[in-house]
């Protein structure tokens, strides 16, 4: 709001930011300016003097005059002088700050130049160069810092732009006077003799100094012509230029050499007096044009700026009231977003009914547009609550549904359970027998599927057991709810037990992670499953040889089994990890995966310590299984002795409701030792008197060959065979995991053989009898 108020004040304060920053640019192109003259063009103009003085010496050197060797030795030390002053202000953050990139470049290469002073000196003194050789060779130097000076002084301000113009004119023609003076000093030196092509040189540079000076008179102020024309009309000046017509006129100088050193001497420091004082003029001269610029500045910057404040002032007076109206509409925006429509959301999943009415106060009329707002506001707000509501009650609904189906289910797998093993009991054809058996399984994972829909609606399955049951039977019987039961390897565990209350979800969290082991490794690869006692508990290990999962699959698989998620349809394909993930929060148990070595994936289940117990507190009374338990199942594997395949999986019963007699103690050691190898397997014990059938095999009699604590009493739904006497059911409770296990591989041989030997005889009874084929 204060925005659009402020709108049209926008205009108005770019004109003013405008016209401040073309002042401001103007003052600091004079600031720079005067920068750039005192610490690049002051120190180069130096060296250019002492390059003069230098380059005449080298020249009468070279020449053949030996009485200028002293003076050219301290004309280079003063040179070197100058070269330092100029490298340590163009290091200087000052000048680098204000200069230009061109400047910075000239005098970069300028100092480079000046790298070649060295090889120069060496070239004069061994006498390599000849004059004009030598004179050139400086001359490159020199031009080099007339192209920095080119760049130094850059100013929009006319006065001081002339003034830059006509010190540069003037440094150029005393530059050409200097070069004059190095040819013929060096001419007169060596005898009064051109060297081949000097003469041209030397007239040439006797005109252009002429010209330059003709030009650079032109620029001067009136006090510094004065100055000129006194100078023009010395003796010196006189005598010069008589000498030069003479030089210009005749094929030899016919000049006198010191009378010609003299006047150039005193000509040159008049006309360096007269360069220098124009110089510094203009460097003066710049500090108080830009102060005039700032003072302009300042008055119209604070009168605009007193206009601009003026009129902001008065905008937000005006838009103070609409926006105290519009902060109270926002804070109540953030609080129906915030705290009322979560709350809302809260409240309605944990079951609780919420009246709108209540939630959302009722419209008052509208009197202006941001009453109208406020109105459609919260209208909007009660739309909003009214939808959590809708979707509350629909995802009710949906729960519901599933919780419906689950059950459905649950009681007609159940009912085809109980069929299915009056079936069992009555069958004596072992193939007949071995197809109910195939029917048993896809009937308990049919079962688990049900109950996965009882786990999404938020219910919990109807199995449980009283008293613990141990964990190899646990594991067993989830191995029983997979397809590829056969590939799963389960290595022997420690003699430990898991609380009843625990059982079915356990059985059912282990399965679908087989499951999923099962269903994304190579058929020919076996899942290796182990357990063992750890400091917080007990560790399921369920390891496959599959294709694996991307780490940001894993990482996020883990993130969801840690928190699990509200149920979405729309990731119906990781319905499994849903389940999983609501099952291990139900128990408090840790559910990791990780990539294996072999390449699959490795899910880590964690047990907490209170679900584990010693093995012996689940040797109580028996009591009544409940009608899920689950089904006993006729499987083959091929056995190893030093990782049996699972084979076959006993019922679960719940032991009786004796007390479990010692939880495993905090001071168990963090691993417990490795159980020893599966024993191989031994001589049936002796059992009950064996039922035969009229083909002379052994009729199964439930629960006959099962361990006792494995059995379901006479209450039980599915109890209806005859138990054992009690004495041989005391010998049988004692009995460990091992010796059941080898009592269920001899199960499993010995209806092997009967079923090799009765299909043995109907192969020669057909033999016997072919006609009836």
Same mark, same amino acid.
Request: net charge negative; glycine share 6%.
């Given at each position: 709001?204060?925005?659009?108020?402020?709108?049209?004040?926008?205009?108005?304060?770019?004109?003013?930011?405008? /016209?401040?920053?073309?002042? +401001?640019?103007?003052?600091?192109?004079?600031?720079?300016?005067?920068?750039?003259?005192?610490?690049?063009?002051?120190?180069? /103009?130096?060296?250019?003097?002492?390059?003069?003085?230098? *380059?005449?010496?080298?020249?009468?050197?070279? /020449?053949g005059d030996a009485t200028v060797g002293e003076d050219l030795k301290r004309q280079r030390e003063l040179t070197d002088v100058a070269v330092t002053e100029q490298r340590r202000l163009a290091e200087g953050d000052a000048l680098r700050e204000s200069a230009s990139q061109t400047t910075l470049t000239n005098m970069a290469e300028l100092l480079k130049s000046l790298e070649g002073l060295p090889t120069l000196r060496a070239s004069v003194d061994t006498g390599r160069f000849s004059r004009l050789q030598a004179v050139n060779a400086y001359n490159e130097m020199i031009d080099k810092a007339f192209d920095l000076y080119s760049t130094v002084v850059s100013v929009d301000d006319h006065t001081l732009a002339q003034a830059a113009t $006509? $010190?540069?004119? @003037?440094?150029?023609? *005393?530059?050409?006077?200097?070069?004059?003076?190095? @040819?013929? /000093?060096?001419? @007169?030196?060596?005898?009064g003799t051109y060297a081949p092509g000097e003469r041209g040189l030397v007239v040439k540079t006797i005109g252009t100094q002429r010209h330059l000076y003709e030009i650079a008179r032109r620029t001067l102020t009136a006090e510094d012509r004065a100055t000129y024309e006194r100078i023009i009309k010395s003796e010196p000046y006189l005598r010069l230029r008589a000498a030069e017509d003479k030089i210009v006129d005749a094929a030899k100088p016919a000049v006198d050499a010191k009378q010609w050193n003299a006047d150039f001497a005193a000509l040159n420091t008049d006309l360096g007096h007269l360069e220098e004082r124009v110089a510094h003029r203009a460097i003066e001269a710049a500090g108080p044009a830009a102060t005039r610029i700032i003072l302009r500045l300042a008055l119209a910057g604070v009168l605009g700026l007193l206009v601009i404040v003026a009129l902001v002032l008065l905008a937000i007076r005006i838009a103070r009231g609409i926006i105290r109206r519009i902060t109270a509409l926002r804070q109540e925006a953030l609080e129906v977003a915030e705290r009322k429509l979560p709350d809302v959301v809260a409240r309605l999943r944990a079951g609780e009914q919420v009246d709108v009415d209540a939630e959302v106060p009722p419209l008052t009329p509208a009197d202006d547009e941001l009453s109208q707002l406020g109105g459609a506001f919260a209208q909007v707000q009660r739309t909003a609550i009214g939808s959590a509501v809708q979707e509350a009650t629909l995802r009710a609904g949906l729960n519901q549904v599933f919780l419906n189906l689950g059950r459905r289910s649950q009681v007609l797998v159940h009912r085809q359970l109980s069929l299915l093993d009056q079936m069992e009991r009555r069958v004596t054809d072992p193939r007949d027998l071995e197809e109910l058996y195939r029917i048993d399984h896809l009937s308990t994972r049919l079962r688990r599927h049900s109950e996965d829909l009882v786990i999404l609606a938020g219910s919990v399955p109807g199995r449980g057991w009283r008293n613990p049951v141990p964990l190899h039977d646990v594991l067993r019987s989830a191995v029983s709810e997979v397809e590829e039961y056969t590939r799963v390897t389960l290595i022997p565990l420690p003699e430990l037990a898991l609380l009843g209350r625990a059982v079915s979800d356990v059985v059912h969290l282990i399965a679908e992670l087989l499951e999923n082991a099962t269903a994304f490794s190579p058929r020919d690869t076996h899942v290796q499953m182990s357990g063992q006692l750890v400091p917080n508990g007990f560790a399921v290990e369920i390891e496959d040889r599959g294709v694996g999962m991307p780490p940001e699959q894993i990482e996020d698989a883990n993130r969801r089994l840690a928190d699990p998620p509200d149920f979405d349809p729309a990731h119906s394909s990781r319905l499994g990890l849903f389940v999983v993930a609501r099952l291990a929060a139900r128990h408090g148990i840790k559910v990791t995966l990780r990539s294996s070595p072999y390449g699959?994936?490795?899910? +880590?289940?964690?047990?907490?310590?209170?679900?584990?117990?010693?093995?012996?507190?689940?040797?109580g009374e028996l009591t009544a299984a409940p009608p899920a338990a689950v089904r006993p199942l006729a499987l083959t594997g091929t056995p190893t002795a030093e990782h049996p395949t699972v084979t076959a999986v006993a019922t679960l019963p719940p032991p009786a409701p004796a007390t479990v007699e010692a939880v495993i103690p905090a001071q168990r050691p963090a691993v417990a030792p490795a159980p020893p190898a599966a024993p191989a397997v031994p001589a049936p014990p002796e059992q009950s008197p064996t039922l035969l059938s009229p083909e002379g095999l052994p009729m199964r009699q439930r629960q006959a060959n099962l361990s006792p604590h494995l059995r379901t009493t006479a209450g039980s739904a599915t109890a209806a065979v005859p138990q054992p006497p009690a004495d041989e059911t005391a010998t049988r409770a004692a009995r460990g995991p091992e010796t059941m296990r080898s009592m269920l591989s001899s199960l499993q041989q010995g209806t092997y053989r009967g079923r090799e030997a009765a299909a043995q005889q109907r192969s020669e009874t057909t033999d016997e009898n072919p006609q009836e084929q």
């Open positions: 709001m204060l925005v659009l108020l402020l709108a049209p004040l926008l205009p108005l304060a770019g004109m003013w930011v405008f /016209s401040t920053w073309l002042s +401001v640019t103007a003052a600091a192109n004079l600031l720079d300016a005067q920068t750039n003259a005192e610490d690049a063009g002051l120190p180069a /103009s130096q060296i250019v003097f002492e390059l003069q003085h230098e *380059r005449k010496f080298s020249s009468q050197l070279v /020449s $006509t $010190t540069i004119a @003037l440094t150029e023609a *005393r530059e050409q006077y200097a070069r004059e003076d190095a @040819l013929v /000093s060096g001419v @007169l030196a060596g005898g699959g994936i490795t899910a +880590v289940a964690l047990l907490p310590r209170e679900l584990v117990v010693e093995e012996r507190s689940a040797q």
